[in-house]
């Protein structure tokens, strides 16, 4: 199948099949005659699997490690399973980052904080404004 073909199964656009191809997460197609790219019928499901995989907050690096793990027969933590449970951690990670920024902003509505310069210099501001004008 040929570039446009592939994109428009796969739901990208020809210029992210060339990105791919040049990251490796895309093998170089076989040439047509007349010079033009033509994919296998599994790139299809590469170019989706990617994808999800970045949906799943993977980056193209990571995603790169995990299917070069597959095509080697699956090194030992070098798999899905590890990647998974790190990017797990780091998703935990950000979500109690997240609740505590929640929180401050809660607090803040809650105090009727309405000027920004006001409340950075109020010591009963509930926001960590004071925190960084007092270390000037």
């Given amino acids: 199948m ?6 428009k199964a796969a739901g990208v656009n020809p210029q992210t099949l ?7 997460l895309l093998a170089e197609p076989e ?12 790139a299809v499901t590469t170019l989706r ?13 990571e995603v ?24 797990l951690a780091e998703i935990e990670v950000r979500i109690a980052d997240l609740n505590t920024l929640r929180d401050a902003l809660a607090e803040a509505v809650e105090a009727g904080c309405d000027d920004l310069l006001a409340c950075g210099t109020s010591p009963s501001c509930p926001l960590p404004f004071a925190e960084v004008t007092e270390q000037r």
């Fill in 49 to 61: 699997v990617i994808k999800a995989a970045q949906r799943l907050g993977f980056s193209l690096t």
């Fill in 18 to 24: 060339r990105y791919y191809e040049r990251r490796g």
């Fill in 31 to 42: 040439r047509s005659p007349g010079g033009h790219r033509l994919y296998p019928p599994r």
């Fill in 64 to 87: 790169a490690e995990l299917l070069a793990a597959g095509h080697h027969g699956g090194r030992s933590g070098a798999g899905l399973r590890r990647h998974a449970q790190d990017k």
């Fill in 2 to 7: 040929r570039s446009g073909q592939l994109a």
